[in-house]
T-cell receptor, first 113, second 111 residues
Framework: DAGITQSPRHKVTETGTPVTLRCHQT?????MYWYRQDPGHGLRLIHY???????DKGEVSDGYSVSRSKTEDFLLTLESATSSQTSVYFC????????????FGPGTRLTVL | QKEVEQDPGPLSVPEGAIVSLNCTYS??????FMWYRQYSRKGPELLMY????GNKEDGRFTAQVDKSSKYISLFIRDSQPSDSATYLC???????????FGQGTRLTINP
């Protein structure tokens, strides 16, 4: 299994504060992704990266930014958290060979009060 | 219209039943089709995938694609309580390094 970790695993914050979630992978995968998962919506792509410093928006990118300064790390920042961003956030990665099998981290449960 | 639609359930069946999980998709350019399984409070994991129309079998699991109807199915035979999870279909758009996920169906197998 790909080694993907996320930190923190749980976070409670207040509306208007900035929040950064970290994803770390040890598989030297080129592609990395941030999703949010909400009841009734499944997994929705926020942003993804196709290499160091190369990122692109997904379907629900408003209010989020990302950075990737190293292959192994992909950061997701909520610039000013809102209650609508309360969700479970998953990071995923995959390499360049074969099918697009994405390996997921354990998730971060974020609550914005 | 969403690219991939999946009935979110929940679906509850007795142990030993045959389970059918389904998705529909709108874009005929999709090349292969995937099913992920997600246990409670865990990240999703790839269960199986199939490239073309027809069936692919892996133990008690069968994935089926009908490209003419734009319909994919996952069948679970002799269902077990350990199969209780959320099942998500996922489809990669041609030429894109992304996946489009269905909403996921939460399945419970009752002993």
């Amino acid at each position: 299994d790909a080694g993907i970790t996320q930190s923190p695993r749980h976070k409670v914050t207040e509306t208007g504060t900035p929040v950064t979630l970290r994803c770390h992978q040890t598989e030297n995968h080129r592609y990395m992704y941030w999703y949010r998962q909400d009841p009734g919506h499944g997994l929705r792509l926020i942003h993804y990266s196709y290499g160091v410093k190369d990122t692109d928006k997904g379907e629900v990118s408003d209010g989020y930014s990302v950075s990737r300064s190293k292959t192994e790390d992909f950061l997701l920042t909520l610039e000013s958290a809102t209650s609508s961003q309360t969700s479970v956030y998953f990071c995923a990665s995959h390499g360049t060979s074969g099918i697009n099998e994405q390996f997921f981290g354990p998730g971060t449960r974020l609550t914005v009060l | 219209q969403k690219e991939v639609e999946q009935d979110p359930g929940p679906l509850s069946v007795p142990e030993g039943a045959i389970v059918s999980l389904n998705c529909t998709y709108s874009n005929s350019a999709f090349q292969y089709f995937m099913w992920y399984r997600q246990y409670s409070r865990k990240g999703p994991e790839l269960l199986m995938y199939t490239y073309s129309s027809g069936n692919k079998e892996d133990g008690r699991f069968t994935a089926q694609v009908d490209k003419s109807s734009k319909y994919i199915s996952l069948f679970i035979r002799d269902s077990q309580p350990s199969d209780s999870a959320t099942y998500l279909c996922a489809i990669p758009p041609r030429g894109a390094q992304k996946l489009v996920f269905g909403q996921g169906t939460r399945l419970t197998i009752n002993p």
